[in-house]
């Protein structure tokens, strides 16, 4: 198989991800953060925020919470990425909240992912997979 360059392989997240509707974005961005979330809770195991904002959204494509609560969640995990030290921490926080956020406004998708990739850049081509992935359920 031919090496896909980041750029490339980027831009078709991009593609794609403009073509899918809010619910579905919320369920990638959830599963973007929550594929690095196990960064921040090694180093914080009793900070449960980030946790908390996926879950927000993962209630919300549910119809278990609404826009607002989702809201709240993605503030939350923005608070805790401002009060932890290191960069890895900080950068898992922010895609969590994003995840959340992704409720209220679809472009938080896409801010999700990109801090996810920050963590490993490995990370965007398990992404692009998951979205293709979601996009052939919808189609089915």
């Not at 946790?51 to 609404?66: F, H, M, N, Q, Y």
């Not at 805790?80 to 409720?103: L, N, W, Y």
């Amino acid at each position: 198989m031919k090496k896909i360059r980041d750029d490339d392989l980027r831009k078709k997240i991009a593609e794609i991800v403009i073509t899918m509707d809010k619910k579905t974005l919320v369920i990638w961005a959830s599963d973007c953060a929550e594929h690095v979330l196990s960064y921040f809770e090694e180093k914080y195991p009793n900070d449960n925020r980030p946790r908390k904002a996926i879950e927000a959204a993962r209630a919300w494509v549910d119809g278990e919470l609404s826009v607002s609560d989702a809201r709240s969640a993605a503030f939350a995990a923005h608070a805790a990425a401002r009060e932890v030290e290191e960069d890895v921490t900080c950068t898992v926080a922010r895609a969590a909240g994003h995840a959340a956020a992704t409720a209220h406004v679809a472009g938080h998708a896409i801010h999700a992912a990109n801090y996810a990739v920050k963590i490993d850049s490995k990370e965007l081509i398990w992404q692009y997979e998951r979205l293709l992935e979601l996009r052939d359920n919808i189609a089915e």
